[in-house]
């Protein structure tokens, strides 16, 4: 006999799932927030906020972020998708 999932589902127990108001803004969000808000900003500004390095690059490919110098970026008039 196959193993079935003993947990029931919210709408057999009549409990709604949990809806939150607002969700937490997204990475790119915050990142490009931080960015305008200072103008130019460090890597470690970015990585400090929870921003992971990689997330610059493609945020930089896709014409979020301009990278100013070595570890200094800004933000582009461009909106996050």
Same mark, same amino acid.
């Given at each position: 006999m196959?193993? *079935?999932? &003993?947990?029931?589902?919210? %709408?057999?127990?009549?409990?709604?799932?949990?809806?939150?108001?607002?969700? @937490?803004?997204? !990475?790119?969000?915050?990142?490009?927030?931080?960015?305008?808000?200072?103008?130019?900003? *460090?890597? &470690?500004?970015?990585?400090? %906020?929870?921003?992971?390095r990689?997330y610059?690059?493609?945020?930089?490919? @896709?014409?979020? !972020?301009?990278?100013?110098?070595?570890?200094?970026?800004?933000?582009?008039?461009?909106?996050?998708?």
């Amino acid at each position: 006999m196959p193993c *079935r999932n &003993r947990q029931k589902s919210a %709408i057999a127990t009549g409990i709604a799932p949990k809806r939150y108001a607002s969700p @937490e803004p997204s !990475l790119r969000t915050r990142a490009i927030a931080l960015a305008r808000e200072r103008g130019i900003v *460090r890597t &470690r500004d970015l990585t400090d %906020i929870g921003i992971p390095r990689c997330y610059l690059t493609r945020m930089c490919n @896709e014409g979020l !972020l301009t990278k100013v110098s070595n570890g200094l970026y800004r933000a582009t008039e461009r909106e996050a998708a």
